[in-house]
């Protein structure tokens, strides 16, 4: 069982930069691709990004390209995502969200194990 733990949310100004964590209790991070989701109040949760179990392949949402950079470190066993140039349509709650599988996909129903999530507020 895949314990995750997001860490970095905050408040800050639109045009900002954060970095989010998610540190994942396992033994080994390297079997699983994992991804960024995020939900704002009154609305469904939505793509953000992904990446492969490897790091060697990634996928972003439309409306984060260009900004947010997801990477990981297998052997520190954690997923980040760096958020730059902040707007204040990226307020959201972020999960990070993990999957015994090689590849990285969008489709929130195909992840097995969810962090808790991290409040990203960003003002105009």
């Known amino acids: 069982q895949v314990q995750l733990a997001e860490s970095g949310g905050g408040l800050v100004r639109a045009g900002d930069s954060l970095r989010l964590s998610c540190a994942a209790s396992v033994r080994t991070f390297s079997p699983y691709a994992a991804g960024w989701f995020r939900q704002a109040p009154g609305k469904e949760r939505e793509f953000v990004a992904a990446?492969?179990?490897?790091?060697?392949?990634?996928m972003y949402a439309d409306s984060v390209k260009g900004r947010f950079t997801i990477s990981r470190d297998n052997a520190k066993r954690t997923l980040y995502l760096q958020m730059n140039s902040l707007k204040p349509e990226d307020t959201a709650v972020y999960y990070c969200?993990?999957?015994?599988?090689?590849?990285?996909?969008?489709?929130?129903?195909?992840?097995?194990?969810w962090g808790q999530g991290t409040q990203v507020t960003v003002s105009s």
């Open positions: 969200a993990a999957r015994p599988y090689i590849s990285a996909v969008e489709r929130a129903t195909m992840y097995d194990y």
């Open positions: 990446i492969s179990s490897s790091g060697s392949s990634t």
